[in-house]
């Protein structure tokens, strides 16, 4: 029997939630599907990530996250109103009121991959505490087209400013969008990157990220530059 929990928060950094996989030696067919309880998740979770400070799981206990699993992300009318009414709550401005930062920087939280996994210092796959987390955009999205990979989960948002201009209205949904999806969707794959417990980036980061994919300096709403390649091959 292969039971699975959808996680919809940012384990290990990346732009769609995880999937827990149990896997128990029981070959008896009626038992597929059988739903697992969040005691057994959370052993489960504990034995297979060691952490130091036992606060890192307190991201699988929220309110949220309770309900989307155990409605296997369909929660009812009622269930995803109140999701979206307590998600939206959770949403806060930078400290300068601007929902739109510095491109520049966000290109850098794009790419960028550390923070968010679970383990213990010195570890090859833990996390320093000493530096700023990113986003990982990428695992899930192609956003620059100069970048080198990307994966598929999520739309394609090349071209996003370009496509969409720079009006307020389209600055604010996107900078609320990256802040908590679920603020959008109840049980989006998206993870909360402003919001929720130990949230992934700050307000600030939001905006700079806001700022990449609108602004129209930005690679991401530019044509793809030739490498030193495909300028020779030219």
Same mark, same amino acid.
């Given at each position: 029997?292969?039971? @699975?929990? #959808? ?13 827990? &996989? ?9 038992? #597929? ?5 969040? =005691?057994?998740?959370?052993? =489960? ?5 060691? $952490? ?14 309770? $309900?989307?699993?155990? $409605? +296997?992300? @369909?929660?009812?009318?009622?269930? =995803? ?6 998600? #939206? ?8 009121? @601007? ?41 899930? *999205? ?6 080198? @990979? ?13 496509? #969409?201009? +720079?009006? =307020?209205?389209?600055?604010?949904? &996107? ?23 130990? *949230?992934?980036? $700050? ?6 990220? &806001? ?15 030739? &490498? ?7």
């Amino acid at each position: 029997m292969i039971n @699975q929990i #959808r996680i919809s928060g940012y384990l290990l950094a990346a732009c769609a939630s995880l999937t827990v &996989t149990m896997a128990h030696a029981v070959d008896d067919s009626k038992d #597929r599907g059988k739903s697992v309880s969040d =005691a057994e998740f959370m052993q =489960a979770v504990k034995e297979s990530f060691l $952490t130091e400070n036992p606060n890192d799981f307190k991201r699988f206990q929220d309110p949220t996250l309770t $309900t989307c699993n155990q $409605t +296997q992300d @369909q929660p009812s009318p009622k269930q =995803a109103s109140e999701i979206l009414q307590r998600e #939206r709550s959770s949403i806060q401005l930078p400290k300068n009121g @601007q929902y739109m930062g510095d491109w520049k920087q966000g290109k850098i939280w794009v790419e960028g991959a550390h923070g968010g996994r679970i383990g213990f210092p010195g570890f090859a796959d833990a996390d320093h505490p000493s530096k700023p987390n990113g986003a990982n955009c990428y695992a899930c *999205h192609a956003v620059d087209p100069n970048f080198p @990979q990307n994966g598929n989960m999520g739309p394609s948002l090349t071209n996003y400013g370009k496509l #969409r201009g +720079q009006g =307020a209205a389209i600055v604010k949904y &996107t900078y609320e969008k990256i802040y908590n999806a679920k603020s959008f969707v109840p049980c989006s794959l998206m993870p909360r990157y402003g919001a929720g417990e130990g *949230h992934l980036l $700050t307000a600030e980061q939001v905006a700079d990220i &806001t700022a990449f994919l609108l602004h129209p300096d930005s690679p991401v709403n530019n044509p793809k530059q030739e &490498t030193v390649a495909e300028a020779a091959h030219h």
